[in-house]
């Protein structure tokens, strides 16, 4: 069993197929066969039951954003958001305007834990249209996945109707810090 950490398989097999469609198949396909063999047993057998790598998933990405002609980080950020747009907008889209921010910020750690097995995520709320997410125990977090983190928070906070969203972070001695900010006063109305 591998000690690195791990990223669910339900994430990354979303993700290769909003990068399909937004890149065509036989780029995404290109991308693969540029990884190691290994790696491209690994990405062929991947199923949303499963987990991988995270390192793994940041190879293929980067694999894709090269094929893309796109800066790593970019492809990450967009791909992120993407996921959580379709995700989101599918299956939750109807309980998007009955969430209060209170309980969409309190399944935070709860996502969290089925998107990554390292680390854990505490979430406070300092004041009305901000909270505070921080992970712990996973001091050598790579930015690849706090940019990924970032843009998935971001996104669902926006497509739970929270206007202006816009977050920050910080590494700490044992993970990193977000700071998420939102106008909760400019929620839209059904």
């Known amino acids: 069993m591998s ?7 339900a994430i990354l097999t979303d993700q290769l197929v909003v990068m399909r469609n937004r890149f065509g198949a036989p780029l995404v ?20 039951i499963g987990w991988t790598t995270a390192a793994l998933a940041c190879r293929l990405k980067t694999a894709v954003a090269q094929e893309a002609k796109m800066e790593p980080l970019e ?13 989101v ?14 309980q969409l910020i309190k399944r935070a750690p ?3 834990s089925k998107t990554f097995d390292r680390g854990v995520m505490t979430v406070t709320v300092p004041r009305s249209g901000q909270a505070i997410a921080q992970i712990v125990g996973w001091p050598a977090i790579p930015e690849f996945d706090i940019v990924g983190l970032l843009a998935g928070i971001e996104a669902v906070f926006a497509s739970f109707d929270r206007p202006k969203t816009r977050g920050s972070f910080e590494r700490t001695t044992d993970g990193v810090i977000f700071r998420i900010d ?8 059904g």
């Open 3 to 9: 000690t690195e950490p791990r990223l669910s398989g």
């Open 110 to 112: 709860l996502l969290y």
């Open 29 to 48: 396909d290109r991308a693969v066969e540029s990884l190691s063999f290994e790696d491209q047993h690994e990405v062929r057998s991947l199923t949303s």
């Open 75 to 87: 492809l990450q950020r967009w791909v992120v958001q993407e996921g959580v747009r379709k995700t």
């Open 89 to 102: 907008n599918g299956v939750w889209k109807l309980l998007a305007r009955l969430v209060s921010d209170d």
């Open 182 to 189: 939102w106008d909760s006063a400019a929620r839209k109305s």
